[in-house]
């Protein structure tokens, strides 16, 4: 996108992130992490809903935790996505 001119958007990094999650393609996701927060989307709420997703679906539920923690909005998915990581972690009571 970026080699034809075309500026990423607030929707294209939460699709990115997810697509990496899905496959378990962790430092991907990561470099698209710091992508987004380069061009401005560290205070996304639907961008770091997908870090949280990333992370948690990777096995990183700590750091998923952290984001969320971080967080200065949150909404029903940064809630599902965190607790989701903490299932599938097995770490459920927390």
Same mark, same amino acid.
């Given at each position: 996108?970026?080699?034809?001119?075309?500026?990423?958007?607030? /929707?294209?990094?939460?699709?990115? @992130?997810?697509? +990496?999650?899905?496959?378990?393609?962790? #430092?991907?996701?990561i470099q698209v992490m710091g992508?987004? @927060?380069?061009?401005?989307?560290?205070?996304?709420?639907?961008? @770091? !809903?997908?870090?949280?997703?990333? /992370?948690? *679906? +990777?096995?990183?539920?700590? $750091?998923?935790?952290?984001?969320?923690? $971080?967080? #200065? $909005?949150? !909404? %029903?998915?940064?809630?599902?996505? %965190?607790?989701?990581?903490y299932a599938k972690s097995e770490k459920? *009571? $927390?």
């Amino acid at each position: 996108m970026v080699v034809d001119c075309v500026e990423p958007d607030g /929707y294209t990094f939460p699709l990115i @992130l997810s697509a +990496c999650a899905k496959d378990w393609r962790f #430092s991907t996701g990561i470099q698209v992490m710091g992508l987004a @927060l380069k061009w401005g989307f560290g205070d996304d709420v639907f961008v @770091l !809903n997908s870090v949280i997703h990333l /992370y948690g *679906e +990777c096995g990183e539920v700590d $750091k998923a935790r952290k984001v969320f923690d $971080k967080m #200065s $909005k949150r !909404n %029903l998915v940064s809630w599902t996505c %965190l607790i989701c990581g903490y299932a599938k972690s097995e770490k459920a *009571e $927390k």
